[in-house]
């Protein structure tokens, strides 16, 4: 009976302090736009997903992370040809007789289609990010932890999560 209750106690101590992680956390609204996207975070407005940074890894969650690092990096890239095309643009316009040459428009073409791909690819990586984060910080989750102690034991522990 004694043991029963101690199982309790500690079932009941994990799950406070495992409830306890996500509660100083908001969840993140988007409101999109036909010519920008908005996002809201615990009463502030901000017009770049770069200032979600902070909250989206605080949360400490290995897939939030590496989706965003991976929107920042599809980012980089975008603009990078954005500005390769910028400077074949920027070439044209002082060597006239190259604007009319097929090679030109094919490369400026292409290079405006991939700059669109990474650009697409991007918001829906962050999308996903974002959706996780909701979840996390949102929703009720049973799962399991397993964690080693500093003697190199294993300890699982079950838990259930609610924000209310």
Same mark, same amino acid.
């Not at 984060?133 to 910080?137: F, G, L, P, R, S």
């Given at each position: 009976m004694k043991f029963n209750l101690l199982i309790f106690f500690f079932v009941g101590f994990h799950f406070n302090s495992f409830t306890q992680s996500t509660k100083d956390f908001h969840p993140i609204e988007v409101k999109k736009g036909v010519f920008s996207t908005k996002?809201? @975070?615990n009463g502030q407005t901000f017009e770049s997903p770069y200032g979600l940074q902070i909250p989206l890894m605080q949360v400490n969650d290995s897939e939030v992370t590496r989706d965003f690092n991976k929107f920042k990096n599809s980012m980089k890239t975008a603009k990078a040809i954005g500005l390769i095309s910028s400077g074949l643009s920027l070439y044209a316009l002082f060597r006239p007789d190259r604007r009319n040459s097929d090679s030109y428009w094919a490369i400026l073409g292409t290079a405006g289609l991939? *700059? *669109?791909f990474f650009n697409i690819r991007s918001s829906i990586i962050l999308d996903r990010s974002l959706r996780r @984060?909701?979840?996390?910080?949102s929703g009720t989750e049973l799962g399991f932890q397993y964690d080693r102690t500093y003697y190199g034991n294993g300890i699982l522990g079950v838990g259930i999560s609610h924000k209310f």
């Open positions: 996002y809201f @975070y991939v *700059a *669109a @984060y909701n979840k996390i910080v």
